[in-house]
Each structure stands twice: as C-alpha cells, then as structure tokens.
C-alpha cells in the first residue's frame, strides 16, 4: 500500500511534537515578552532552536508568539497548554464567527493542528476580523491530513483546520475587531520570525561545513567566508532591531523589522543557493538532515512574501524621507 502523507511523515512529526512537549514542560518555551527589556535574548532563543531544528522552532515560535499576544491583551494564557496562532486568510478564505458565537470555516496553514491545545484564531465578523482564543482538541474542530503535500516542513504538521460550528464565549474574544493587525506587537512578533529564519540558515551551514574536505578548495572557501560574513551581518542587524524594540516598546516598528527580514530573507536565499554548489551532490543525498533543513528552511522562509514585502520596504523608506504615497 503506498504511503500516505500522514504516515510517511508521522514518525518524525511525533519526535518533534514530543520534543516540543519536553521543552514546554521543562520552562523552555517561557521566553522573556517583547519590548519588556529582554528583546535581544527572546530572538536569540528563537535562533537557537532554529538552528537545531525549523519544525521545532516553528511550533515553538507560534507559542511564544500566543503568549505575547494575549499578554499585550491583558491575558493570561492557559498554563497548561500549547498554544499556536492561526491567523492565515489567504484569499480571505478562513473561519467565520456566526450567529450565537459559533466559529464555522476553515482555516489555511495551521501548524501544530495535532500538537497545540488552544489556538488563537483569527475569524471574520460582521464587525471586523476578531481574535479568538480556542480549544482545538474537541469536537468539530478537524485537521485535514491531506492538506500538507510537500516533504518541506512536514514535521511542523501544518494543515488545514476546519471548524464545524464550534462554539465560543465571548471571554474568548480577544482584543476589539481588527486588533490583532493594529497592535504594536504585530510588527515586533515579525522579527521573532526573522530570528528563526536566520537560525535555520546558520545551522544549515553548520552542517554544510562537516561534510567539507580536509584541505577544501577555493569555491567552497569563498562561499563559506561571504556566508559567515554575511550570517554575522545580519545577526547583528537582529541584535539592534531587538534593542531598538526595548528602548521604545509602544512606538511603530513596522519599518524597523521590515528592514530586517528582508535582510534576513536575502541572505537565507544566498545559503539556500551557495550551501549545495559548495558540497556538490553527495552530501546532499547521503545525509537526510541536511536535505530536510535545506527543504525546511526554503519552505519557511517564505512566509516572507519576497518582492511584495521589498516593494513595501520601498514605499515605507519613501514615506520617512517625506517623499508621501510612493503607490
């Protein structure tokens, strides 16, 4: 019988759910909240488990992430649960709140669907789109197994959830309509994701230089110097963005991370290039973890939206020199 999605990729999925598990019980997952002073170490921790494993870090990313959000809402999440946030409306296709509460839809690219506990949810609203704090292990919440077709990130499960008509408090409402996007924290939580981003790419060069030769030549020299400087580079970009967060945690920062994501983007596109032209094919077929964090990290990375996003930086820049609609 021929594989199916679910079953060629559920042993790994399982390791990274209960890898997640261990690191959540342990205190691992408590990072240091945005703009409270700590910024720097909060997206440092973010790399360092992207620089382990992308699927780990994704999960616990999305984590962090729910307990910023609630805590910019004056919430306190659930302490016994995983959280993921689930906020995709791609053609504004998603989950809508009905009559008497009741969440109906269904919602793209939610991952962790069988690992989280709750999620935060974003569902249209005659009055806006909403934020919603929900269980997801119950009835009539289904994740679809065939929704996820590609190899790439497989093991951080992210499918699409459908909701049938799943019932809501109105305690469970987070925020006024339309403030997930208003709030301050929407920009700030982009950087924590620039931050795994450039982890990914550093622990993939990581790998990439254990399968070097002794005396490597000077192609795969050069690369490995312009990728070190330039990993480095951006580091430190993130390391001022992070700061720069923590001296004035209420103001706009959208420009701020914008600039370092598609910093951060560029230069996970050159590892994702230079990495397989500097060790050739056999590193690539013979070790399967440096194939999957090079399919992970591609994958990944765009949920930078590539030309769309350096198009908006562009405009932005325009916008603070005073130039007005660069559109």
């Known amino acids: 019988?021929?594989?199916?999605?679910?079953?060629?990729?559920?042993?790994?999925?399982?390791?990274?759910?209960?890898?997640?598990?261990?690191?959540?019980?342990?205190?691992?997952?408590?990072?240091?909240?945005?703009?409270?002073?700590?910024?720097?170490?909060?997206?440092?921790?973010?790399?360092?488990?992207g620089r382990v494993d992308l699927a780990l870090a994704r999960l616990a990313e999305g984590h962090a992430d729910a307990v910023a959000i609630l805590a910019e809402a004056g919430r306190t999440p659930d302490p016994a649960a995983l959280y993921g946030v689930w906020a995709a409306r791609p053609g504004d296709v998603g989950a809508d709140l009905g009559a008497g509460l009741l969440l109906d839809g269904t919602v793209r690219f939610c991952s962790g669907a069988h690992a989280v506990d709750r999620a935060l949810v974003v569902a249209g609203d005659p009055a806006g789109r909403r934020l919603v704090d929900v269980a997801v292990r119950r009835e009539g919440v289904r994740p679809d197994p065939t929704s996820w077709r590609s190899a790439a990130m497989a093991a951080a499960d992210t499918l699409d959830v459908r909701f049938d008509a799943v019932a809501v408090g109105r305690e469970d409402l987070v925020g006024r309509p339309g403030w997930y996007v208003d709030r301050p924290g929407f920009a700030i939580g982009g950087g924590g994701v620039a931050a795994v981003w450039w982890g990914g790419a550093a622990g993939l060069l990581d790998r990439a230089v254990t399968h070097l030769p002794a005396s490597p030549d000077a192609h795969q020299l050069a690369h490995l110097g312009e990728l070190d400087a330039l990993l480095d580079a951006t580091g430190a970009q993130l390391s001022r963005a992070a700061a720069g967060v923590d001296a004035d945690p209420a103001a706009d920062h959208a420009l701020r991370v914008a600039r370092v994501r598609c910093a951060v983007e560029r230069v996970v596109r050159e590892v994702l290039d230079r990495v397989p032209r500097m060790l050739g094919p056999g590193p690539l077929s013979t070790d399967a973890d440096l194939a999957r964090t090079l399919a992970d990290l591609g994958m990944y990375v765009r949920q930078h939206h590539g030309e769309r996003d350096h198009a908006g930086l562009g405009a932005a820049r325009l916008a603070a020199a005073g130039r007005g609609d660069a559109s």
């Open 1 to 49: 019988m021929p594989l199916t999605r679910d079953t060629a990729h559920a042993p790994l999925r399982h390791a990274v759910e209960d890898e997640l598990r261990a690191l959540f019980g342990a205190g691992r997952l408590d990072l240091p909240l945005p703009g409270g002073g700590a910024t720097p170490q909060r997206w440092d921790a973010l790399a360092a488990l």
